[in-house]
Nanobody, 123 residues
Framework: QVQLVESGGGLVQPGGSLRLSCAASGRTLSSYGMGWFRQAPGKEREFVATISTAGSNTEYADSVKGRFTISRDNAKNTVYLQMNSLKPDDTAVYYC????????????????WGQGTQVTVSS
């Protein structure tokens, strides 16, 4: 089992920045592809970003490309999502997820999920 805990969410103004963290326990994350997803009320959970086991490959949703950066520090068993130039449409609960096999854009590929952290972008 892998336990994931997100932190770093909050209320920011449009154009602001946040850095989300995902801390893992139960297993080391070095062999897991990792992803970030988000879900707004009444909407489906959507892909945001994913990163390969060693951190050498990343992919992003078109809606966040150029603004968000996913990274990982396997020594700290932690994954990050740096979010810049935030927009009101970025408002959602953000979830960290771990994939036993590889990085993926597909939510069903992930085996473990955190509890989520709320990000609200509003003036």
């Amino acid at each position: 089992q892998v336990q994931l805990v997100e932190s770093g969410g909050g209320l920011v103004q449009p154009g602001g920045s946040l850095r989300l963290s995902c801390a893992a326990s139960g297993r080391t994350l070095s062999s897991y592809g990792m992803g970030w997803f988000r879900q707004a009320p009444g909407k489906e959970r959507e892909f945001v970003a994913t990163i390969s086991t060693a951190g050498s490959n990343t992919e992003y949703a078109d809606s966040v490309k150029g603004r968000f950066t996913i990274s990982r520090d396997n020594a700290k068993n932690t994954v990050y999502l740096q979010m810049n130039s935030l927009k009101p449409d970025d408002t959602a609960v953000y979830y960290c997820a771990a994939n036993r096999w590889s990085r993926s854009r597909i939510r069903d590929a992930y085996d473990y999920w955190g509890q989520g952290t709320q990000v609200t972008v509003s003036s």
